[in-house]
């Protein structure tokens, strides 16, 4: 599916957009087959285990031919064997409501970390046979979290733990050729948090933002490289509706239209930019879609403007496409967000590139992180390696490129908040380069 040509009006004539081939790839993030049963989430577990426990078995013979795999159960001490589990983090920081009722608790001063990882943290794997307690400086609990399956080598010591020698994790999956360079350049162009209906945004900044993309503004050469973009994504918040109006009382005209009114404006503005660019918009935490991951598409009655044009797109997050053959993955930020609450690094760029070499979009869920009882599969796993993997609502715009050690590049990006930095990424299509877009307003006395 391809945008319709942009006409802007130029001494030279009439400006045409670039043409793209889109590819729609949520298919495995939306549940409309799916029928809660009462089902628990100890089968996305199991199911997580068995699909990360085959492939890390495949890879064995090329890390430790030699070394016999065992399960918990089967452990020996003193005898060197492979384990392949699922981790859990036993962290002492970490909020639980029965604390909440703690005599003890409630006396100690309440001190708010940046997150609540602990010194005292240690990690334990757990398979069907049972669970052990992992020990040894190669494996820091800092770095993992809760539902990682990844398979260690070791040995069991006299205190009935797993000494842990080396670490084997899934590593970037395959990933599809890209196309050669045609030395055409055609950009993508990602923004979020635009937070319309809330103080922080600046409408001004939005509308510069759309009529920038759409090359009504600025002069030929900005039409130029406006008419080369050839796609949008919104990854996430895109309004900011007032919750405490949502109490399950009935509403008054006036607090109707506080629920409404973000909503309308986001689908003139959407309108504005589907009449000329192809536009995804995936749902986040504020928006009017359910809770839990993998979110679903914000239904299209919200945007009667915007939905009566074919380029317009109401994705999932996670949200998984294809532009001339080059794959994106991507979310609006729920997910490395609480990777960095119960984990460190140094950047968010290295969660980013973590959830990648451990194959899951998203390990820390269903136990920190909200997401739907799967049964049988787990959606969040990455069966193939995208060109692109980005994460909206971000502080601050970052990027950088991987590689592989198969040849795979990825160029991971940080959309930073639109309602609070004014700055929006663009991507070209054609070498995977990014830079910033900010745009501002200032007025004078």
Same mark, same amino acid.
């Given at each position: ?26 298919? %495995? /993030? ?9 089902? @628990?989430?100890?089968?996305?577990? /199991? +199911? ?34 492979? !384990? ?21 608790? %409630?006396?100690?001063? &309440?001190?708010?970390?940046? #997150? ?35 398979? &260690?080598?070791? *040995?069991?010591?006299?205190?009935? $733990? ?25 950009? !993508?162009?990602?923004? %979020? ?12 900044? /939005? @509308? ?31 309004? $900011? ?13 006036? $607090? ?11 689908? =003139?503005? &959407? ?14 935490? #504020?928006?009017?879609?359910? /809770? ?13 403007? +915007? ?18 053959? !080059? ?18 690094? *140094? ?19 269903? #136990?920190? &992180? ?11 796993? =990455?069966?193939?390696?995208?060109? !692109? ?13 991987? *590689? ?31 830079? +910033? ?9």
């Amino acid at each position: 599916m391809a945008a319709p040509p942009m006409e802007v009006d130029s001494e030279n004539g009439l400006l045409h957009r670039k043409q793209s081939t889109y590819k729609y790839l949520d298919e %495995s /993030f939306v549940m409309e087959a799916e029928v809660y049963r009462g089902q @628990q989430y100890s089968q996305i577990y /199991f +199911a997580r285990l068995h699909l990360m426990r085959t492939l890390l078995y495949s890879l064995l013979p090329t890390w430790k031919p030699h070394v016999p795999v065992c399960t918990v159960l089967g452990l020996e001490q003193g005898k060197d064997c492979i !384990v392949v589990g699922t981790l859990y983090k036993h962290m002492k920081l970490k909020p639980s409501i029965l604390d909440e009722y703690s005599k003890e608790r %409630s006396a100690s001063p &309440l001190v708010k970390p940046h #997150n609540f990882v602990h010194s005292d943290d240690y990690l334990i794997l757990e398979d069907e046979s049972g669970r052990v307690k992992l020990r040894g400086t190669i494996l820091l609990p800092s770095v993992y979290v809760t539902g990682l399956v990844i398979a &260690l080598h070791g *040995k069991e010591t006299g205190a009935g $733990d797993f000494l842990v020698e080396d670490i084997l994790e899934a590593g970037l999956p395959h990933q599809i050729e890209r196309p050669l360079n045609s030395g055409e350049d055609k950009f !993508v162009v990602f923004v %979020s948090g635009l937070s319309i209906g809330s103080s922080s945004a600046n409408p001004l900044h /939005f @509308q510069l933002f759309v009529d920038h993309i759409t090359g009504h503004l600025g002069d030929e050469k900005e039409q130029g490289i406006a008419a080369q973009i050839v796609q949008v994504v919104i990854a996430g918040n895109s309004v $900011d509706l007032p919750c405490g109006l949502l109490n399950g009382q009935n509403l008054g005209s006036k $607090d109707q239209s506080r629920l409404t009114e973000p909503i309308k404006e986001l689908d =003139i503005l &959407l309108t504005q930019t589907a009449a000329g660019i192809s536009v995804d918009i995936m749902p986040g935490t #504020n928006d009017p879609a359910n /809770f839990s991951l993998p979110q679903q598409p914000l239904n299209r009655c919200l945007f009667p403007g +915007a939905a009566a044009f074919n380029t317009f797109r109401s994705g999932t997050n996670p949200h998984s496409f294809e532009l001339d053959n !080059v794959r994106f993955l991507g979310t609006s930020g729920q997910n490395i967000d609480d990777l960095a609450k119960y984990s460190d690094a *140094k950047s968010k760029l290295e969660f980013l590139e973590r959830t990648l070499r451990w194959r899951h979009i998203a390990p820390t869920a269903p #136990n920190t &992180l909200g997401c739907y009882p799967f049964t049988d599969r787990d959606p969040f796993f =990455i069966e193939t390696c995208p060109h !692109v993997y980005f994460v909206g609502n971000q502080d601050k715009y970052e990027t950088s490129l991987i *590689k592989g050690s198969d040849g795979q590049v990825v160029r991971l990006i940080c959309i930073p908040r639109f309602a609070e930095t004014g700055t929006a990424v663009v991507l070209n299509l054609r070498n995977l380069e990014c830079h +910033a877009l900010t745009f501002g307003t200032q007025f004078g006395s």
